[in-house]
Each structure stands twice: as C-alpha cells, then as structure tokens.
T-cell receptor, first 114, second 112 residues
C-alpha cells in the first residue's frame, strides 16, 4: 500500500516569514510529486509539481525533492494571510502496471498570522 | 473556458437509493479520476480511467461504479451497497496517468 505522510498541523507562521511544509512517501517507485492547496470547503488547486531531485522555484513557492530520502517539501516565502489553507502532498509512480492515480497525504493545515 | 465540471454541487441521498454524480471535462485529457474526501482527511482514490472504455478500481471501490463511454465524461454511481456515502466527492483529470491532475469543484453528498 502506497502511503504519503504529512504532519497535520496546524502549522502557525507569522506573516512575511517562510512556511516550510514536509512530506514523506513510502513507494520508491514514485516518480512525480505534487503540492495542492485546498481552502476550506473547496476543491484542491495545483500549485507545484516536481519530478527530479533538487529544487524547483515558482514565484514565492519552492518545491524540494530528495528521492534517496523519499522526502518532498514546499517552502512558501513572504507568507501572506491568503496562504492560510490545507496543503496536500501527492505522489504518483509506476507500480509495474503503469501509473495508477495520485496518492495523497492527509494534508497540513497552515495558518499565517497577521 | 476549459475545465472540469461536476454536478450537482450538493446532493442528498435517501437510504437504499443509488445516485449518480456527473463529471465532464473539455481539456482533452485521457485520464480521469474519482476521489473521496472525508472531514479532516486526505483524498482516497475510488476509480480511475486511463482511456475510453477502460477503468480500474482504486483503494475504496466497494459500493461504487463508473463508466467511461466518452473521453469527456466519467460519471460515478454511489450504490446502496456503500454504507457510509456521506463525503465530498472530487473528480479530476490529467493528460496522462501520473501527470498533473486538475480538479472539478466537487460534489457534497449527504445521506438523509
């Protein structure tokens, strides 16, 4: 059974600081990793994808991937109150019969304090 | 506008009743998915389809059924065999399985 683990939080960060969200995954065959943001009562919104080891930056967001440690992280710089949401980590990989959807963690609830 | 449309937004089901949730996409995506989300929980995969006329069970397929007769459409039926159907149901699609997935607005199903 593939698993993606996240700390549920809440993670409280002052406005303007860096928020650091972490995720580990169990399946070494996972190849693709995604971060989604979900506001309460809404559907998830894709904010970052990462496929190879290292860092990937997009605006205030940086995704980091370490396949040897099976670890994915998301950094949010200059955190804003509008960043307050639940962040879902997802992994996808070839389990031998082709990829089979995304496996999601339970999400980390992030609160940005004004 | 391109996107994924789920309907209805809210749905109420009586005990023992089958209901069907609609999911349509105009993104020309091959892969489509159904997920279920319970309060405070992550998303769990119900069914997915990589191509028309083919679909596979996810982690929690019992009590659900799907069809994929058209590339654009992937309806989900919640049958009376699903004993705890109250949840937020999310449909998603991607260019191919394993790539970035995009979600519809969701259907909130409640048993009354």
């Amino acid at each position: 059974q593939k698993e993606v683990e996240q700390n549920s939080g809440p993670l409280s960060v002052p406005e303007g600081a860096i928020a650091s969200l972490n995720c580990t995954y169990s399946d070494r065959g996972s190849q693709s990793f995604f971060w989604y943001r979900q506001y309460s009562g809404k559907s998830p919104e894709l904010i970052m994808s990462i496929y190879s080891n290292g860092d990937k930056e997009d605006g205030r967001f940086t995704a980091q991937l370490n396949k040897a440690s099976q670890y994915v992280s998301l950094l949010i710089r200059d955190s804003q109150p509008s960043d307050s949401a639940t962040y879902l980590c997802a992994a996808s990989g070839d389990s031998g019969g082709g990829a089979d959807g995304l496996t999601f963690g339970k999400g980390t609830h992030l609160i940005i304090q004004p | 506008d391109g996107g994924i449309t789920q309907s209805p937004k809210y749905l109420f089901r009586k005990e023992g009743q089958n209901v069907t949730l609609s999911c349509e996409q105009n993104l020309n995506h091959d892969a489509m998915y159904w997920y279920r989300q319970d309060p405070g929980q992550g998303l769990r995969l119900i069914y997915y389809s990589q191509i028309v006329n083919d679909f596979q069970k996810g982690d929690i397929a019992e009590g659900y059924s799907v069809s994929r007769e058209k590339k654009e459409s992937f309806p989900l039926t919640v049958t009376s065999a699903q004993k705890n159907p109250t949840a937020f149901y999310l449909c998603a699609s991607s260019i191919a399985d394993g790539t970035e997935a995009f979600f519809g607005q969701g259907t909130r199903l409640t048993v009354v």
